[in-house]
């Protein structure tokens, strides 16, 4: 019995017409392929290649030998270091994946010349600001990243460009190189007791807060975002971004590159710092506008920086690299042996995973649905895009749809039930059949936008167990003619509804009618007058025609009124066959429907 939620239809899922069902045969649901990688669950919709296929990854930058032997074991990888943007552009339309570091632009142009086959960039590291997200997203590419395995390694790199920033090691040791014994020069600045600001407190800058504090530093932070508890657990004070930059001795930059932290160190903000203050990034360059570093440099506002990153990488502006009040590293901050063996392996994983059809934990630009609620939502996720083939094909004239209703029955509350993965599936099911596009998890709801499709959701709150996760699926369109006016509902919108049995999507709802399928193979939809041989006679029809019928079930109003046939058959009838079953004379209109 339905119990309408706030945001829910009130649907009544007693059965108006009791469905008539028997099964012929039910073939068995296909075996789930088998990872590599022991310990992954499999996602059958999202496998892209057969078994015995192998998908081609390019390495473009060095990774990891660990990570490298893992991909190896599933794909045939090929290592193309330092490839012009030109030579990316030709090779990629033969990988499958795309492993890169920071130093290679994934450019829209990258996305564009793929024709479709990347499937997957992996960033062997945190910073993804070097792959155009949009256009990923676009082409239906999933981006995922390793962003844990660097984290010690840059936060040790911060912590030794300060240290060696602070008793300028770096100059010195050039001078003492150079024949020059200059200790006067060289007196340094201590760091216990100073202020430290650490801006962007995620785990890079919360582990350098870490050991800041173990050197003696007072340690503040800047984040809008961080939860004040990891904070108090280290013993750090949130501040303002204009609290953090006035009051620091030290400051240590840990935000990622955003549109939002883009040159947030400038003229106006650089005039708002202690004189003599001394910056570290080891996050990225573009966080700092260079020119304004460089005059602020030569003001003496600030006395020393020490730069891991660049803007542009490797730097082209010699002022500030040469600048004698700047340490400069080449982008080192995630260079250790066991940094680079940690990110690969982590992102060989994710990759592998990602081509194996499984959602990754890292995904950067789709939704990361945890791996226990996957495999329960896996039949329904099943369900889902077959309800939307179906509804789609029932449409008069397909490319006309604009709004689309899912109703999602469950006694689960909404918070427990995450939709997007449904969301994205019916999407799919919905514009695949009458478009050329591909649709899948990363760019369903980007495709359905540009498509002028709007999908609602809503949920029918149900009484009863809530041990699985969804009673029914509902698929509405609204505001289109139907090639098999029996789908319309008394409000006039082409209606669908499944349910999973067994583990396996079976139609229970076409219209108003009643009906019991299960979805594999094909399907006919028939309305009759409700008569006694009429099951015969269509299966007789098809049976002439080497037609393999599956699953039949009559969905009826009262007996002898007007009746919904629903044929699962395995193989494609001829037109002949169709032509047939149209001209018994109790047939009022039928549809052959793929799913
Ligand atoms: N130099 C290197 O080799 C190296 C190595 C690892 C990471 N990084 C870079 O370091 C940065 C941090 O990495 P992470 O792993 O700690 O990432 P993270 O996502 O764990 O932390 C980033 C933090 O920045 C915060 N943030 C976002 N916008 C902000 C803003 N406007 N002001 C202040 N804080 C803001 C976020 O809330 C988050 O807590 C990234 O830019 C990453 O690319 C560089
Ligand atoms: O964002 C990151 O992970 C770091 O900047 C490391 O970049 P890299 O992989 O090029 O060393």
């Known amino acids: 019995m339905a119990a309408s939620a706030s945001s829910a239809i ?87 994946a795309l492993i890169v570091r920071s130093g290679t632009k994934v450019s829209r142009e990258v996305f ?13 590291g945190v910073g993804i600001d070097n792959v155009d997200l949009a256009a990923a997203t676009e082409h239906g590419c999933l981006v995922v990243n390793a962003p844990t395995a660097n984290t010690v390694a840059a936060a040790e790199h911060g912590i030794a460009l300060l240290t060696a920033m602070a008793r300028n090691v770096a100059q010195a040791d050039a001078s003492v190189k ?21 801006m962007g407190f995620g785990k890079v800058g919360s582990e350098v807060a870490r050991r800041a504090k173990g050197l003696g530093m007072h340690v503040i932070a800047h984040d809008p975002y961080a939860p004040a508890d990891r904070a108090r657990a280290i013993g750090v004070e949130l501040v303002s971004f204009d609290k953090a930059i006035s009051s620091a001795d030290f400051i240590s930059l840990h935000m990622p590159l955003t549109p939002a932290t883009n040159k947030v160190l400038n003229d106006e903000t650089f005039s708002k710092m202690k004189k003599g203050v001394r910056i570290v990034n080891v996050a990225r360059g573009g966080v700092i506008d260079e020119d304004a570093l460089v005059r602020a440099l ?25 600048h004698e009040n700047v340490t400069a590293t080449p982008h080192l901050g995630a260079s250790t ?15 592998v995973g990602a081509l194996n059809g499984e959602l990754a934990a890292t995904a950067v630009n789709a939704p990361m649905v945890p791996a226990e609620v996957l495999s329960e939502l896996k039949p329904f996720v099943a369900l889902a895009e077959k309800l939307g083939r179906l509804a789609v094909q029932l449409v008069a004239g397909g490319s006309g749809v604009k709004s689309v209703k899912v109703t999602y029955g469950s006694a689960r509350g909404p918070d427990d039930l995450d939709t997007r993965l449904l969301r994205a599936m019916i999407t799919k099911g919905l514009i695949e059949p009458i478009s050329s596009s591909f649709v899948n998890l990363v760019n369903a709801d980007f495709t359905a936008k540009q498509r002028g499709l709007s999908i609602a959701e809503l949920r029918s709150l149900l009484n009863g167990s809530p041990e699985s996760p969804l009673e029914f699926i509902q ?30 999507p079976h139609l229970t709802k076409v219209g108003s009618f009643e009906v019991d399928v ?33 699953f039949m079930s009559v969905g009826r109003v009262a007996p002898r009124k007007h009746a919904v046939m629903a044929i699962g058959v395995d193989d494609q009838p001829s037109k002949e066959i169709l032509k047939r079953i149209g001209e018994i004379p109790a047939v009022e209109e039928f549809v052959y429907l793929k799913i």
């Open 10 to 96: 009130n649907l009544s899922i007693k059965p108006s017409h009791t469905p008539l069902s028997w099964k012929t045969h039910l073939s068995s649901t296909s075996a789930l392929a088998v990872s590599p990688l022991s310990g992954h669950r499999q996602y059958p919709r999202f496998v892209i290649y057969a078994v015995g296929d192998k998908p081609t990854v390019l390495v473009a930058e060095k990774l990891g030998e660990a990570g490298v032997n893992l991909l190896k074991e599933f794909a045939d990888v090929d290592c193309s270091y330092n490839l012009t943007p030109e030579e990316l552009c030709n090779k990629i339309s033969l990988c499958d």
């Open 112 to 124: 564009e010349s793929s024709g479709g086959r990347l499937k997957v960039v992996g960033r062997a």
């Open 178 to 198: 150079a024949g020059k014994w200059l200790r006067n020069k060289y007196v340094g600045v201590s760091l216990v007791g100073k202020t430290l600001a650490v």
């Open 298 to 322: 030569d003001a003496g506002i600030v006395a020393q920086v020490a730069l891991d990153v660049f803007t542009v990488e490797p730097p082209k502006d010699s002022k500030l690299v040469q």
């Open 337 to 351: 042996m066991e940094a680079q063996e940690g990110v690969a392996i982590e992102i060989a994983e994710a990759v």
């Open 475 to 504: 698929v509405q369109i609204s505001s289109v003619e139907s090639k098999f006016a029996s789908a319309l509902s008394d409000s006039g919108e082409i209606r669908v509804e499944g349910r999973v049995k067994d583990g396996i």
């Open 518 to 550: 299960s979805l594999e193979g094909s399907i006919i939809l028939c309305r009759q007058v409700d008569q006694p041989g009429m099951i015969g006679k269509v299966g007789s029809i098809l049976s002439e025609g080497n037609v393999n019928v599956s």
